[in-house]
């Protein structure tokens, strides 16, 4: 990180940055009210830094050791106001710094009516957010693997549903893009884009998603550390995109019995990551838990830990969804969740 001085000239500044860019590197640059801050981007062993402590405007060169340096507080010290968080705008939902913000929809859109039918009543329950899935990552090749495994095709088609519905109700989408082939695609019809557990690991997916300038929400990967799933949304930051909300989905569960939920939601996740990034973090009491019964309590524990969001899948019929019936909740169910949440955010808040 290289911190310039008051007085430090554009020249300056120009000089640190092609320094570091000689080096191989690419150099973020935050001009702030009183000082400019260098952030370079890559391998900082190879850059000289006893050298550009020495260049003109240069106040202070040092090496910061975080594989999530771009999206740390300790960072963001000197590139935002300090302490301050990050709100992810997302159509016109602002996430981060305010009331927890409800996504929610079907795990996979399954038809034009279905879909439409969930949109309007997810809306009327409270919901700022739709969801749905056009590819879905499963564990047998012989179910259901979403209206988009039918091809570009069926993908734009059920792509166009959700921006209908999105519109048709007054609410942004977010779905999953699972490969690099289908981001662009993705892209042109949604408000934000969705990274998968399984995928949090794909650099070159993250990359590819972060090129497209969109919100990107994050989950993390159920084998993952807090470390890994911040290094990995590195990889966001570092094409200087810095919407990203991360999402806690549940980890896998420890020891031999029967563990009564799908994963383990790590609660404690939200805390920790507030501390270690200005990032929002969201909680999906859904895929984490599996059982619809715990959606309920699980959200507002996750309200009380300060999660900035919610995403919960919902049905009409949970009983007729192709895909994980089992954790969705009904619309009535949606409604009395965000009404708890709401309330509870508001004594969290006060206190
Ligand atoms: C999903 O949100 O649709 C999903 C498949 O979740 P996860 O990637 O957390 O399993
Ligand atoms: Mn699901």
């Not at 059982?291 to 507002?300: A, E």
């Not at 009380?304 to 009983?319: F, K, N, Q, R």
Request: aromatic letters at 6%; one cysteine or more.
């Amino acid at each position: 990180m290289i911190i310039m001085k008051t007085d430090a000239t554009e020249e300056d500044i120009q000089r640190v940055v092609e320094e570091i860019e000689r080096s191989g590197l690419r150099a973020d640059v935050s001009r702030g009210e009183y000082m400019t801050v260098i952030g370079p981007v890559g391998d900082e062993r190879r850059l000289a830094f006893d050298r550009i402590a020495t260049l003109a405007g240069v106040k202070e060169a040092s090496m910061v050791e975080s594989p999530y340096k771009l999206i740390s507080r300790q960072y963001a010290r000197f590139f935002g106001e300090p302490g301050a968080n990050r709100t992810v705008i997302i159509g016109d939902v602002h996430l981060g710094n305010g009331e927890p913000v409800i996504i929610a929809g079907p795990c996979a859109i399954e038809s034009r009516p279905q879909l439409m039918r969930i949109a309007e009543e997810v809306k009327g329950a409270g919901a700022q957010i739709l969801r749905g899935g056009v590819f879905k990552p499963r564990s047998s090749v012989h179910s259901f693997q979403g209206l988009g495994a039918a091809g570009a095709e069926g993908a734009e088609e059920a792509l166009c549903w959700l921006k209908e519905a999105g519109d048709a109700f007054d609410m942004p989408v977010v779905t999953e893009v699972r490969g690099e082939s289908m981001v662009e695609l993705v892209a042109r019809y949604v408000d934000m884009m969705h990274i998968g557990a399984r995928n949090m690991y794909d650099q070159d997916l993250l990359v590819a998603v972060a090129r497209q300038r969109k919100p990107v929400l994050l989950k993390r990967h159920f084998g993952a550390s807090i470390e890994e799933l911040l290094s990995f949304s590195e990889y966001v930051a570092a094409e200087g995109n810095k919407d990203i909300i991360l999402c806690e989905r549940g980890i896998v569960p420890m020891g031999k019995g029967k563990s009564f939920t799908r994963y383990t939601l790590d609660l404690a996740a939200v805390p920790v990551i507030h501390d270690e990034t200005y990032l929002p973090v969201i909680v999906d009491p859904s895929h984490s838990t599996g059982r619809r019964d715990l959606i309920y309590p699980m959200s507002c524990a996750a309200v009380a830990a300060g999660a900035d969001g919610l995403m919960i899948e919902v049905h009409y019929d949970p009983s007729e969804a192709l895909v994980d019936g089992p954790q969705m909740v009904t619309p009535d169910e949606l409604r009395s969740i965000v009404d708890a949440c709401r309330r509870l955010y508001a004594t969290v808040k006060k206190s």
